[in-house]
């Protein structure tokens, strides 16, 4: 199988490259990105790595690559890059894999990093178009498959499918220092991937299911403190709302209560919580003695350099979820436990993001996925295919606990 990376020189890219390039049924790995050098640096590490300099804005030369491809991951940095290569995708009838936190269905009206809308379309419309556009092309567009969404999703929807009356589905996920980093960083944090599409998930509205019904709230509610303790782990952790499997209400409107919420060390979240109350996640321009600047911009300026990682820095990537409800007359629980670190070169974040994005872009390539349209990781990735991808996780030492109650 043929598989196109797309971003392949960012922190994803080189991860989904890196798996495919080691993966023996995968014989061609297409390198796309606009920065050659980065590119050049990556194909000497496997000869079946072909490079295309290409920019994403660049329609007609980016669909004639795709076309020479059975399926394409897109690893890009925002929204607006992400959707101009799922409109190339369904033009040049290119299956893909995309792992952006965004359901491009029904996609999030808030703070859109310049996503084009076409004229006289909602973007919710939009949203609905490349949907009936991609079913009539036969195209699948794997939605959100990485961390959060996608490990998030398909083991959520593992569980709802283990009970006969589901009620109940929380997905508690997050990228952290590991506990020697967490205190060499403000707000016990440090950046595993991009800290403005961070600061965006804190200061946008989100929708979750509470009472049964749909409804938006502020990011960062519905906070809630838990004790990490699988895995010889024993990690007291607090979470909030936050925008991070938005497919899921669309999925399971039975749910009387579901949300997704980003987990941190303690402490991060009252720290978070002064920055908005004092205006710092504002995009909105301020005129200071300095000139006329928004906030975010100036606090992204400040605290980039302070949350990267140093060299003897490892981050940690988490999930606890859990799904309640009824099975056998009983009331039973079913909880998810992940716990992965950095290691053999790639952080922690690059390995459950980028792996399970590479092993559903061969599910995608392998025809292993009966569906057509922009489709939810909790669509596709489900009963062998699920069991295919834990399987396949296991043997780059990414381990997903299961436990029912």
Known sequence: MKILVLGAAGKMGRAVSWYLGKDPQVTKVGLLDAQEKALKAMAMDADKFNIHTVSIEDSHKLQAVMKEYDAGIVVLPNRRLSYLAIEAAIAARLNLVDILEEYHRCPDEYEIEGLIVPAGMTIREYGESLHQRAVKNDVLILDGMGFAPGLSNITTEHGIGLLDKVETAVARVGGIPNADAACRHPLCYMTTWSIEHVLREYNVKTCMIKDGKIIEVQALADMEC????????????????????????????????????????????????????????????????????????????ILNPKLTPLPEDKDACVMYNTVTGRQGGKETKVEYFMWDEAQNGFTGMQRVTGFPAAIGGKLVAGKKIALTGVRAPEECVRGENYLSMLDDLKLKDIHIKEMVS
């Not at 952790?237 to 936050?242: I, K, N, P, R, S």
């Not at 899921?248 to 720290?271: D, M």
């Open 226 to 301: 838990f004790n990490f303790g699988q895995f010889d782990r024993n990690a007291d952790l607090e979470c909030a709302v936050t925008p991070g499997m938005p497919s899921f209400i669309y999925t399971h409107p039975e749910l009387q209560y579901f949300a997704e919420k980003t987990v941190r060390w303690p402490g991060h979240y009252s720290g978070i919580r002064t920055l908005i109350d004092s205006g710092m996640l504002s995009q909105e321009p301020v005129d200071t003695k300095w000139g006329t600047i928004a906030p975010r911009e100036f606090l992204l300026g």
